[in-house]
């Protein structure tokens, strides 16, 4: 989190937080291990989901078709990079920012706000979902596989780690704002439904894209900074352009993000009062 | 006679009150199901070069008619049912002269009532940003799309309601149907028309009931050619063995059940 760091963790107190956050994460996981079946079929369901997605691409490329500039393989790091975000989603993202609707429905939120700590801190982070763990690994599995094939060198990977890491700011303030829209419209679930839906056009690269498809998944959802960009940056063939724009992009929205969520609470009247 | 037909009118038209009140959920949930709109870019893209039988026109209509079709098979009662269940709350339901299953099924039905302006909505703003796909279905395909759409609702709302039924044993029923979800998400046609599916996959998948709750009113309503004898024949066995699995589950479930209260 780069420069969303400093305004987070201000003034030496990023110790405190780290310790709050292996609080947060240790009881969670401690409380999902009740659950072991429910783990292993989470992890039959990635594996299934993961076999579709293969078979999806594949009937593109099955006929001898390509994506504009983007062999089988290449293809198939984007689709790695799609799944180890879906993985971050349902591990951070998903637990964490879906439970806010529910903390103002019921007016708990009263109790998160009293707390010594920051409100944003404690809703992105407070529950560690290990259901999303499978998509990690089966994410890492095909980029390294993929890479394998490509013969590529290590230092792509860790190229391309910037760019993957603000991917994930993007898609954390986009939710994050969406969800802190629930202020207003309490009944709001379905927002980042339709957040999610879109957030599946980055399966593919861009280019197998039109071109209207293609300016609003870069310039309105910024879809294509979440896959493609990485992706490209792991292939060695990204402009250092799109990398600093891409950071640019995360620390704005990062920024907003906490911005609107100081502009919502003040329209936040309690369930009790 | 007129007994039964007034308490379906009457759960009907309270269901369709009650989901009224969710008009603002009703379109987020119709604007979630954009994946038909972002695979029809792709496949249209894809299609220029013309190697995969159908023309970008085609593709575009064929996604079309599969966002339609989904509209009409979105089922839910699984997460109800569960939730009855866990909470002890069929009980109540279980004392009413009917049989609960009508409850969740005039509601499903209501729903749909209620969330057919925002899908019609949704397809006119397509067409007017992208007149060229505007087509007008043959009155043969459309009568046959209307009867596909309506054994496709029932096929997956029987499906998905005797797998509600294994709450009565085991606490998330709803994992079976998150599984058998992404079955359907793969191998309906709504990430590509079947036709585009290597031939044996397409042999064994037209057994299954998946294609049958998207591609097959999908294709009828676009005219892409199907087996309209041979699709209702499956239809009609998966729709039966689910039937009797349901009530003979039921039957079992309501003896295992002690829900809170009962």
Same mark, same amino acid.
């Given at each position: 989190?780069?420069?969303?760091?400093?305004?987070?963790?201000?003034?030496?107190?990023?110790?405190?937080?780290?310790?709050?956050?292996?609080?947060?994460?240790?009881?969670?996981?401690?409380?999902?291990?009740?659950?072991?079946?429910?783990?292993?079929?989470?992890?039959?369901?990635?594996?299934?989901?993961?076999?579709?997605?293969?078979?999806?691409?594949?009937?593109?490329?099955?006929?001898?078709?390509?994506?504009?500039?983007?062999?089988?393989?290449?293809?198939?790091?984007?689709?790695?990079?799609?799944?180890?975000?879906?993985?971050?989603?349902?591990?951070?993202?998903?637990?964490?920012?879906?439970?806010?609707?529910?903390?103002?429905?019921?007016?708990?939120?009263?109790?998160?706000?009293?707390?010594?700590?920051?409100?944003?801190?404690?809703?992105?982070?407070?529950?560690?979902?290990?259901?999303?763990?499978?998509?990690?690994?089966?994410?890492?599995?095909?980029?390294?596989?993929?890479?394998?094939?490509?013969?590529?060198?290590?230092?792509?990977?860790?190229?391309?780690?910037?760019?993957?890491?603000?991917?994930?700011?993007?898609?954390?303030?986009?939710?994050?704002?969406?969800?802190?829209?629930?202020?207003?419209?309490?009944?709001?679930?379905?927002?980042?439904?339709?957040?999610?839906?879109?957030?599946?056009?980055?399966?593919?690269?861009?280019?197998?894209?039109?071109?209207?498809?293609?300016?609003?998944?870069?310039?309105?959802?910024?879809?294509?900074?979440?896959?493609?960009?990485?992706?490209?940056?792991?292939?060695?063939?990204?402009?250092?352009?799109?990398?600093?724009?891409?950071?640019?992009?995360?620390?704005?929205?990062?920024?907003?993000?906490?911005?609107?969520?100081?502009?919502?609470?003040?329209?936040?009247?309690?369930?009790?009062? | 006679?007129?007994?039964?037909?007034?308490?379906?009118?009457?759960?009907?038209?309270?269901?369709?009150?009650?989901?009224?009140?969710?008009?603002?959920?009703? *379109?987020?949930?119709? @604007? &979630?199901?954009? !994946?038909? #709109? /972002?695979?029809?870019?792709?496949?249209?893209?894809? %299609?220029?070069?013309?190697?995969?039988?159908?023309?970008?026109?085609?593709?575009?209509?064929?996604?079309?008619?599969?966002?339609?079709?989904?509209?009409?098979?979105?089922?839910?009662?699984?997460?109800?049912?569960?939730?009855?269940?866990?909470?002890?709350?069929?009980?109540?339901?279980?004392?009413?002269?009917?049989?609960?299953?009508?409850?969740?099924?005039?509601?499903?039905?209501?729903?749909?009532?209620?969330?057919?302006?925002?899908?019609?909505?949704?397809?006119?703003?397509?067409?007017?940003?992208?007149?060229?796909?505007?087509?007008?279905?043959?009155?043969?395909?459309?009568?046959?799309?209307? *009867?596909?759409?309506? @054994? &496709?609702?029932? !096929?997956? #709302? /029987?499906?998905?309601?005797?797998?509600?039924?294994? %709450?009565?044993?085991?606490?998330?029923?709803?994992?079976?149907?998150?599984?058998?979800?992404?079955?359907?998400?793969?191998?309906?046609?709504?990430?590509?028309?079947?036709?585009?599916?290597?031939?044996?996959?397409?042999?064994?998948?037209?057994?299954?009931?998946?294609?049958?709750?998207?591609?097959?009113?999908?294709?009828?309503?676009?005219?892409?050619?199907?087996?309209?004898?041979?699709?209702?024949?499956?239809?009609?066995?998966?729709?039966?063995?689910?039937?009797?699995?349901?009530?003979?589950?039921?039957?079992?479930?309501?003896?295992?059940?002690?829900?809170?209260?009962?």
């Amino acid at each position: 989190m780069a420069e969303g760091a400093e305004t987070i963790f201000r003034d030496g107190r990023m110790n405190r937080y780290l310790k709050v956050l292996g609080i947060f994460w240790s009881t969670s996981i401690a409380a999902e291990m009740e659950y072991r079946l429910n783990f292993w079929l989470a992890a039959l369901t990635s594996i299934c989901n993961f076999i579709g997605s293969i078979f999806g691409l594949f009937l593109f490329y099955r006929t001898g078709y390509t994506f504009a500039g983007w062999r089988w393989e290449e293809a198939l790091i984007v689709l790695g990079v799609f799944t180890l975000l879906e993985g971050f989603s349902s591990t951070l993202l998903a637990p964490n920012l879906s439970k806010i609707v529910q903390h103002i429905q019921q007016g708990t939120l009263d109790f998160v706000l009293l707390r010594p700590i920051n409100s944003q801190f404690w809703l992105s982070t407070h529950t560690f979902s290990p259901w999303g763990i499978p998509d990690l690994l089966l994410g890492g599995i095909l980029i390294g596989y993929a890479g394998a094939r490509l013969g590529l060198p290590l230092i792509n990977y860790g190229m391309s780690a910037l760019p993957l890491l603000f991917g994930c700011m993007i898609l954390y303030s986009l939710w994050f704002i969406l969800g802190a829209t629930s202020i207003w419209f309490v009944k709001i679930y379905n927002v980042t439904e339709v957040l999610k839906g879109l957030i599946e056009a980055g399966r593919f690269p861009m280019v197998a894209y039109p071109a209207t498809y293609r300016f609003f998944f870069t310039f309105v959802i910024p879809v294509a900074f979440l896959t493609t960009i990485p992706a490209e940056a792991m292939l060695g063939r990204s402009q250092f352009i799109w990398t600093i724009g891409a950071g640019f992009l995360a620390g704005a929205l990062l920024l907003a993000s906490r911005w609107f969520w100081q502009f919502a609470l003040r329209f936040y009247t309690s369930a009790s009062s | 006679m007129h007994q039964p037909l007034r308490v379906i009118r009457t759960l009907l038209s309270v269901q369709y009150a009650y989901m009224l009140e969710y008009r603002a959920e009703l *379109l987020l949930w119709v @604007l &979630a199901g954009v !994946l038909p #709109f /972002i695979l029809m870019g792709a496949w249209m893209q894809a %299609a220029q070069g013309g190697q995969f039988g159908l023309t970008p026109l085609e593709f575009a209509r064929y996604f079309l008619a599969t966002f339609i079709a989904r509209q009409f098979s979105i089922v839910w009662v699984i997460w109800e049912f569960e939730r009855e269940v866990v909470e002890g709350k069929l009980s109540p339901r279980l004392l009413q002269p009917i049989d609960p299953g009508w409850y969740h099924f005039t509601s499903h039905i209501s729903e749909r009532v209620a969330r057919l302006p925002f899908a019609i909505a949704l397809v006119i703003i397509f067409f007017l940003i992208y007149p060229q796909a505007f087509w007008i279905p043959s009155l043969q395909g459309s009568l046959l799309f209307t *009867l596909s759409v309506l @054994l &496709a609702f029932g !096929l997956r #709302f /029987i499906m998905q309601y005797t797998f509600a039924m294994f %709450a009565f044993w085991i606490e998330r029923a709803r994992a079976i149907e998150e599984f058998w979800f992404l079955l359907y998400l793969f191998l309906s046609g709504l990430i590509a028309p079947l036709e585009l599916f290597p031939p044996v996959v397409r042999e064994i998948v037209l057994w299954t009931p998946f294609p049958y709750m998207i591609h097959f009113p999908a294709a009828l309503l676009v005219g892409i050619p199907v087996d309209v004898g041979r699709s209702l024949f499956v239809i009609f066995l998966w729709s039966s063995a689910f039937l009797v699995l349901n009530r003979w589950l039921w039957r079992k479930g309501l003896k295992q059940y002690s829900g809170m209260g009962a």
